[in-house]
């Protein structure tokens, strides 16, 4: 059984940075993709970015491509998603997914395990 737990998120003020990590356990296979996605409060839940487990591949949403970098450590089983330049449309609440199989995708119906997710609230 896979799991997958998110933390670093916070309060920040616009153009501060924030690092968010998400430590998995379980076993995945290497062919997997990790993905970060969020949902503001009255909205559907978006693509951040996405990485593949074992290869440098990344994959990012328009809106947060040159602020934001994906990153994992597999050495300890985990990925980061640091953000910088915040903006207080980026505030929501931040989960991290793992997709079996191969390949990246912004689709989150496509990834197979979830955490819980954590708030990141940017003031103005």
């Known amino acids: 059984q896979v799991q997958l737990a998110e933390s670093g998120g916070g309060l920040a003020q616009a153009g501060d940075s924030l690092t968010l990590s998400c430590a998995v356990s379980g076993s995945f296979g290497v062919s997997a993709a990790m993905g970060w996605f969020r949902q503001a409060p009255g909205k559907n839940r978006e693509f951040v970015a996405a990485?593949?487990?074992?290869?440098?591949?990344?994959l990012y949403a328009s809106s947060v491509k040159g602020r934001f970098t994906i990153s994992r450590d597999n050495d300890k089983n985990s990925v980061h998603l640091q953000m910088n330049n915040l903006k207080p449309e980026d505030t929501a609440v931040y989960y991290c997914?793992?997709?079996?199989?191969?390949?990246?995708?912004?689709?989150?119906?496509?990834?197979?395990?979830w955490g819980q997710g954590t708030q990141v609230t940017v003031s103005s």
């Open positions: 997914a793992l997709r079996l199989g191969s390949g990246m995708t912004m689709n989150a119906l496509e990834y197979h395990y």
């Open positions: 990485v593949r487990w074992s290869a440098p591949n990344t």
